[in-house]
């Protein structure tokens, strides 16, 4: 199912446990790990912003630059399109709360390297250093259960991470919402007085909301997507990955 349900998002609502963002920021530092540029508003951004206005920014990392959106594009090559969307990451981040740079891991879009790849490996070591230096005690990501290769690894990504940290991860849907969602612990966090910065955050994200870039491929981000940003909870299911 492509874009959030409201019928299977309030069936999660319904058996989450609510939690408030002091609770969530005295567990000690986040690491959001957003799939592109546009996941972390889509996902964990009600979780970003209430995060920083508790005084503690969570640490940001991509997985993928994101210039898979518009292949073929006149004039618009995969760099202008990757430097395009790091732009608007960091515009949306600031609007978030967040004014620290974040980490890009590099890959390509929409080509995932497999557990135990070189480059997975490499990514995986990246973010251990990051945890260690900023002292991070959890990980937020996308819903292995998205039906996007992007989104199912960064949680894979995410799980190696926690291993060797024992950190616990917590993930949100973006592309994916089922009615037989997973037995997993769900925890809810009202975002209501955030929707303003998560309007304004994906408003940034120009590349994804249609009309700044035309032809070839292009990818725009369908109105239900689009209000996502609206609910007034933010949704983290608890992962449960083996080791």
């Known amino acids: 199912m492509v874009g959030g349900s409201d019928g299977e998002w309030r069936a999660l609502a319904r058996r ?4 408030d963002a002091g609770a969530l920021a005295r567990a000690g530092t986040w690491l959001a790990l957003a799939p592109h540029p546009d996941d972390e508003t889509l996902g964990p951004g009600g979780l970003i912003a209430a995060l920083a206005a508790a005084g503690t920014p969570p640490v ?6 994101g210039s898979g959106s518009h292949v073929g594009a006149p004039g618009w090559s995969p760099a202008r399109v990757a430097a395009a969307r790091s732009g608007e ?14 980490l890009w891991l590099g890959w390509t879009d929409a080509a995932p390297q497999a557990p135990g790849d070189t480059a997975f490996l490499r990514a995986r ?3 251990l250093a990051l945890c260690r230096r900023r002292r991070v005690r959890a990980i937020v990501t ?3 259960g998205d039906p996007h290769c992007d989104h199912e690894a960064a949680s894979l990504l995410a799980a190696a991470v926690a291993r060797h940290r024992r950190l616990a991860v917590y993930e949100t849907p973006v592309w994916g919402w089922r009615s037989a969602m997973p037995p997993a612990r769900v925890l809810a966090l009202d975002i209501r007085r955030h929707r303003p910065a998560l309007r304004r955050a994906l408003d940034a994200h120009a590349t994804q909301r249609g009309g700044r870039i035309a032809g070839g491929t292009s990818f725009r981000l369908p109105p239900a997507m689009r209000r996502m940003v609206d609910r007034p909870l933010t949704l983290l299911l608890e992962a449960a990955h083996a080791p």
């Open 16 to 19: 989450a446990r609510r939690v």
């Open 60 to 65: 940001v990392a991509y997985l993928t630059d």
């Open 89 to 102: 990451a960091r515009a949306a981040l600031r609007r978030l709360g967040v004014t620290a740079p974040p």
């Open 125 to 127: 070591d990246r973010l």
């Open 142 to 144: 996308t819903w292995r």
